[in-house]
């Protein structure tokens, strides 16, 4: 390994690096700036100690500036030089009515990034101290709790590889002043002097005015996104036991009945965790008081809903439930089906499951409608209502009028989740087919 005496930043990032070592592939996000240089050249000078490693530059072309395709330029010419591979890939980046540029370019960059990552693969950022402050500050004049006051992890998984930041706690000026022994050559982008833009405005305007009462803000800064990390694992391994407790034997339904045996703030805390399992876009304060304060006080007959942006919150008797929006139900919709072929429906699809001795019998063809209210059938010996049957069976009540309805020869033969209807079954000795209908 390299002395400390030699290159004490080199020595520290290699260390660093021993743990991701088993990566087969290091990508590093170059973007010919001063950061991702110092990384790029020094991840180039410790590639002897790393031999089992692939290293690899991606140069993300926003088309922002007009000097995108020199930048562009610069970063392959420079990765040529250090013969280390170097994707460029270009970015769409569209700014709806609201959303700020710096956000929507973030996507843009880090959608492209997904899209060349392998499994097993590092994507190894050059984000820094100084850039970990500023992040603490956005996120704490956000109003953000504990996951946004943690900011940036130096690891944490990304699309179906790993992000790494090894320079997390590593001041900008160092970074500087190796460039400066180093005598690299970097793109200074003058969109990044431009303080229309939060982060440059929190960089030249406000963060300068801090350091002069205090010094070290940038240090400290860092010190509360490593307390608040922390104690926000505390609080997700009580989301999870909570959620252990609370969760229905689907991911995406709470018992409302333990989940109201806890205070208020664990309540919020759970449903927080709960939502970002399932991949939902996090609540607002005042969503989350909305689904207390609506949802779970709510009559059991009751169906009241609160929705954002990608999710439905429901509730049905006694259980809570986390949805994506419903689609619009189809004024009249019939259509033919030839089975054993999966059936696409206006919410889920209809497959068959053969079974000995249950089910409908195999048929060529079926009719598919969607309930429209009304229907009866004939099930177990008597004529029964389909609205009493459902009820009884305990199915959401914003389900019901998406329950697809399987005909034969114009009459009803099946209906799923409740069965095969009289006349229709198979004898025990016979293969029959169990139709489910299935909502991902």
């Known amino acids: 390994m390299l002395d400390p005496a030699d290159d004490p930043f080199l020595t520290r990032l290699a260390s660093r690096l021993q743990t991701q070592r088993a990566k087969s592939c290091w990508w590093v996000a170059y973007s010919g700036g001063l950061d991702s240089t110092v990384l ?47 994707t460029v890939s270009y970015a769409q980046v569209q700014v709806p009515k609201g959303e700020s540029l710096e956000a929507c370019a973030r996507e843009a960059r880090y959608h492209l990034f ?36 943690a900011a940036m992890a130096m690891l944490s998984p990304f699309a179906q590889a790993t992000l790494f930041r090894p320079l997390l706690d590593t001041p900008r000026a160092t970074l500087q002043t190796w460039a400066n022994q180093q005598q690299l050559h970097y793109i200074n982008d003058p969109s990044n002097n431009d303080t229309r833009f939060t982060r440059n405005f929190l960089r030249h305007e406000i963060i300068p005015r801090l350091q ?26 009580l989301a999870q036991t909570d959620l252990n407790n609370c969760q229905t034997n689907q991911k995406n339904q ?31 304060t005042a969503q989350l008081a909305q689904i207390l304060e609506t949802l779970l006080p709510a009559k059991i007959d009751a169906q009241p809903l609160v929705q954002w942006q990608g999710v439905e919150i429901r509730r049905y008797q006694n259980i809570l439930y986390a949805l994506p929006p419903l689609p619009i139900k189809p004024a009249h919709y019939q259509q033919t089906w030839l089975p054993p072929a999966f059936l696409t429906l206006p919410l889920g699809y209809l497959r068959i499951k053969p079974v000995l001795g249950q ?39 914003w389900l019901r009028p998406f329950l697809p309805l399987i005909y034969v020869n ?27 209908w299935v909502i991902e």
Request: aromatic residues 6%; hydrophobic residues 40%.
């Open 40 to 86: 790029l050249h020094a991840l180039a000078r410790l590639r002897p100690h790393f031999p089992d490693v692939t290293l690899r530059a991606i140069h993300i072309h926003h088309g922002l500036q007009a000097d995108a395709d020199s930048w562009a330029k610069h970063c392959q010419v420079t990765c040529l030089a250090l013969k280390i591979p170097c």
């Open 212 to 237: 002069q009462r205090w010094a070290n803000i940038n240090q400290t800064l860092c010190r509360v996104a490593q307390h608040q990390a922390e104690a926000d694992t505390l609080l997700q391994e």
């Open 254 to 284: 709470l018992n409302i009945n333990a989940l109201t045996c806890l205070s208020p703030a664990r309540q919020r805390n759970l449903l927080r965790y709960w939502l970002q399992q399932l991949q939902f876009t996090p609540p607002s």
């Open 359 to 397: 089910g409908i019998k195999p048929t060529d063809i079926f009719k598919v409608q969607l309930r429209q209210g009304g229907e009866t059938c004939q099930l177990r010996g008597l004529r029964r209502e389909l609205k009493t049957l459902l009820q009884t069976a305990h199915m959401p009540a």
């Open 114 to 149: 997904s899209q060349h990552l392998q499994a097993n693969d590092l994507l190894i950022i050059a984000q820094h101290a100084d850039d970990q402050a500023e992040t603490v500050l956005l996120q704490l004049f956000r109003g953000a709790g504990t996951t946004g006051l």
């Open 410 to 436: 114009e009459k009803l033969a099946f209906i799923p989740h409740l069965g095969v209807c009289d006349g229709f079954q198979v004898s025990e000795q016979e293969e029959g087919w169990i139709i489910e």
